[in-house]
């Protein structure tokens, strides 16, 4: 009798003991399958210039103060089993526009025409403009030009010369006018 009673007071908490389990990997699922959903939004996005369009899972917005850079939140699930993931991407920059902002003086002559876009990566040593072949290869896979030897950082570009360069990359991520440009 005494255990019976026992029994009868416990029952509902061994019932929250005994479900828990069975909430716990549901809401894992619904965690997993959101995860996946927001994984695979932002590597459709990622680098593209197409705007994301939202699928009936996840919600893409613009960042604020950002400049082509979004979040996706997806949301899987209902009642107390919802779950939600938030990623970010970035689309990828108009080719317009992308030439660092270069204040070009119409009166010098280059050899080449200046990259209308630079990617992040460095000319190699054989090709230090990446006017011998390696910008024509790698433009489409890199995003853009490579940048040259002169322009890596702010103290080569002021160490350099405008009369040896093969491009115009005077006032590069805004350092300015060269001062023998």
Request: proline share 5%; charged share 20%; hydrophobic share 35%.
């Amino acid at each position: 009798m005494v255990g019976m009673s026992l029994m009868a007071g416990a029952s509902p908490m061994l019932m929250t003991m005994a479900i828990s389990p069975a909430e716990a990997a549901k809401r894992a699922e619904n965690f997993g399958v959101a995860e996946t959903a927001a994984v695979v939004f932002a590597a459709t996005y990622e680098g593209k210039t197409d705007l994301p369009e939202d699928t009936d899972t996840c919600v893409s917005r613009l960042r604020e103060g950002t400049a082509n850079a979004y979040s996706v939140r997806c949301t899987v699930g209902s009642g107390k089993y919802v779950q939600s993931v938030t990623r970010a991407f970035r689309l990828a920059v108009p080719d317009e526009g992308l030439d660092g902002g270069n204040e070009t003086d119409t009166s010098r002559k280059f050899a080449y025409e200046t990259p209308t876009r630079f990617s992040g990566t460095q000319c190699p040593i054989y090709d230090t403009w990446g006017v011998n072949g390696f910008n024509d290869l790698n433009y489409a896979a890199l995003g853009g030009a490579c940048i040259p030897h002169d322009g890596w950082n702010q103290t080569k570009y002021q160490f350099s010369h405008p009369d040896n360069w093969l491009y115009d990359i005077n006032n590069r991520n805004g350092w300015g006018s060269h001062p023998d440009y």
